[in-house]
């Protein structure tokens, strides 16, 4: 008699409910030695080779992204995140809000502007690149970035990132005319929220660039990416008495994106630690801590294999070091 097929419903429903992986003692341990105003975290959230360090099962993408924030944002470590799908278009008010009702109140979001700001040039339908008339229009960025981003988050609403990414210097007028640019585009937004400024130019990266940040009581966003200066020489752009440090740990040196996700994929483990980086990143956040000051980062997979596994690493450093400091 043949053997009888075990059958698979059809139609099978897979659970809503997304269960946090318990942290490790260590990791909880390092939560109490940290000020609750550094807040570390991830770029996103969506990816099962989270599961062990984040998700307690492996879940798909799918339900990730629709109801895993709660479930992150459960680990003692994990306080804050950032939004990357608003760079591509504006935030909806609703998602952010729905956001917002599905983490604690310490938790924070770090949130990317529309590209329509921060991009001189864009493509259009006919594949050429062509002017952009939003290109650091205080205006559109006021009702297509801060305020839904204010009205969904509130005050779960750690900073609005405006990133450059590469271009032409000269679409902006050169490093002189862009310090300069930036600089009336930033006084021209709503006051309240904290405003932070990443760049992929080096020659963006000049003293004008630095004033006219403070000037306008926006802050650097030290990124870790291979286009930009080691930390050490970001961090000499921070005021030292500045409030806020916002920093984005993403990418080593010698390496592109595509090629980090084709050799850290599916994202479980620290494939290729940056001790170096880490160590950097730690001591900031420890002097960060020690004077008072808030801190909120994010750390993607690409930079060491497992960004919640970085930001676990990079939490214990820090603890560390203000422990040792005492």
């Given at each position: 008699m043949?053997?009888?097929?075990?059958?698979?419903?059809?139609?099978?429903?897979?659970?809503?409910?997304?269960?946090?992986a318990p942290p490790s003692a260590e990791d909880v341990a390092a939560a109490t030695r940290i000020p609750p105003g550094v807040r570390l975290g991830t770029s996103s959230w969506s990816f099962p080779g989270w599961t062990g360090s984040v998700w307690q099962c492996s879940v798909r993408p799918a339900l990730l992204a629709r109801h895993g924030l709660a479930?992150?944002?459960?680990?003692p470590l994990l306080r804050?995140?950032?939004?990357?799908?608003?760079?591509?278009?504006?935030?909806?008010?609703?998602?952010?809000?729905?956001?917002?009702?599905?983490?604690?109140?310490?938790?924070?979001?770090?949130?990317?502007?529309?590209?329509?700001?921060?991009?001189?040039?864009?493509?259009?339908?006919?594949?050429?690149?062509?002017?952009n008339p939003r290109f650091l229009d205080a205006a559109y960025a006021t009702d297509a970035?801060?305020?839904?981003?204010?009205?969904?988050?509130?005050?779960?609403?750690?900073?609005l990132v405006f990133q450059f990414p590469p271009q032409d210097p000269a679409l902006a007028?050169?490093?002189?005319?862009?310090?300069?640019?930036?600089?009336?585009?930033?006084?021209?937004?709503?006051?309240?929220?904290?405003?932070?400024v990443e760049i992929r130019n080096q020659a963006w990266f000049t003293p004008a660039y630095v004033q006219a940040l403070r000037d306008a009581g926006a802050v650097h966003c030290l990124a870790l990416h291979p286009r930009m200066p080691d930390l050490e020489v970001q961090e000499a752009a921070l005021a030292p008495d500045a409030p806020l440090l916002?920093?984005?740990?993403?990418?080593?040196?010698?390496?592109?994106?595509?090629?980090?996700?084709?050799?850290?994929?599916?994202?479980?483990?620290?494939?290729?630690?940056?001790?170096?980086?880490?160590?950097?990143?730690?001591?900031?956040l420890a002097r960060t801590a020690a004077r008072g000051s808030a801190a909120l980062v994010t750390v993607n997979n690409k930079a060491e294999g497992s960004a919640p596994l970085s930001v676990f690493a990079l939490a214990r450093r820090t603890a560390a070091l203000l422990e040792a400091g005492r």
């Amino acid at each position: 008699m043949a053997p009888v097929a075990t059958q698979i419903p059809l139609f099978a429903r897979e659970p809503i409910a997304v269960e946090p992986a318990p942290p490790s003692a260590e990791d909880v341990a390092a939560a109490t030695r940290i000020p609750p105003g550094v807040r570390l975290g991830t770029s996103s959230w969506s990816f099962p080779g989270w599961t062990g360090s984040v998700w307690q099962c492996s879940v798909r993408p799918a339900l990730l992204a629709r109801h895993g924030l709660a479930a992150y944002a459960r680990h003692p470590l994990l306080r804050a995140v950032g939004i990357d799908r608003s760079y591509y278009a504006p935030p909806e008010r609703s998602l952010l809000a729905r956001y917002a009702a599905e983490v604690p109140d310490g938790f924070r979001f770090l949130v990317k502007a529309h590209e329509h700001v921060t991009c001189a040039q864009l493509r259009a339908p006919s594949g050429r690149s062509e002017p952009n008339p939003r290109f650091l229009d205080a205006a559109y960025a006021t009702d297509a970035v801060v305020a839904p981003a204010v009205a969904g988050l509130g005050p779960k609403l750690g900073a609005l990132v405006f990133q450059f990414p590469p271009q032409d210097p000269a679409l902006a007028g050169g490093p002189e005319g862009f310090a300069e640019r930036l600089h009336g585009f930033l006084t021209r937004l709503p006051r309240g929220p904290a405003y932070a400024v990443e760049i992929r130019n080096q020659a963006w990266f000049t003293p004008a660039y630095v004033q006219a940040l403070r000037d306008a009581g926006a802050v650097h966003c030290l990124a870790l990416h291979p286009r930009m200066p080691d930390l050490e020489v970001q961090e000499a752009a921070l005021a030292p008495d500045a409030p806020l440090l916002v920093a984005r740990w993403m990418l080593r040196r010698g390496m592109r994106y595509e090629q980090a996700r084709e050799r850290y994929a599916p994202f479980d483990r620290l494939a290729e630690p940056d001790p170096r980086n880490r160590e950097r990143l730690a001591g900031l956040l420890a002097r960060t801590a020690a004077r008072g000051s808030a801190a909120l980062v994010t750390v993607n997979n690409k930079a060491e294999g497992s960004a919640p596994l970085s930001v676990f690493a990079l939490a214990r450093r820090t603890a560390a070091l203000l422990e040792a400091g005492r």
